[in-house]
């Protein structure tokens, strides 16, 4: 089998496809780094959003906490007021 192509065209032709293979690779590495760049994003929004949970965990068991020793308090002071109201009745007998 004969070679159709003269010798000029081939040199055309591997010209054209060494241009396009460059403008191929380019392309990709640009893309690969995109990629990169938007991976690197989205890895520091999960690690916010990460975060965010134990911010809620904590903030919700504080409150659970202080609702927790108010009424702790609470039950201190009407004990206290218990106490006192006996030890004032008897104080006065």
Request: hydrophobic fraction near 45%.
């Amino acid at each position: 089998m004969t070679n159709s192509l003269s010798q000029k065209a081939n040199n055309i032709l591997s010209i054209i496809f060494s241009i396009l293979l460059f403008l191929l690779t380019i392309i990709v590495g640009w893309q690969l780094t995109m990629i990169t760049a938007q991976n690197v994003k989205i890895e520091a929004q999960n690690e916010k959003l990460s975060v965010l949970p134990e911010k809620y965990v904590r903030l919700e068991r504080y409150c659970k906490d202080i609702a927790e020793l108010r009424t702790t308090l609470r039950d201190i002071n009407v004990k206290l007021d218990r106490v006192i109201d006996k030890q004032v009745k008897y104080l006065d007998k």
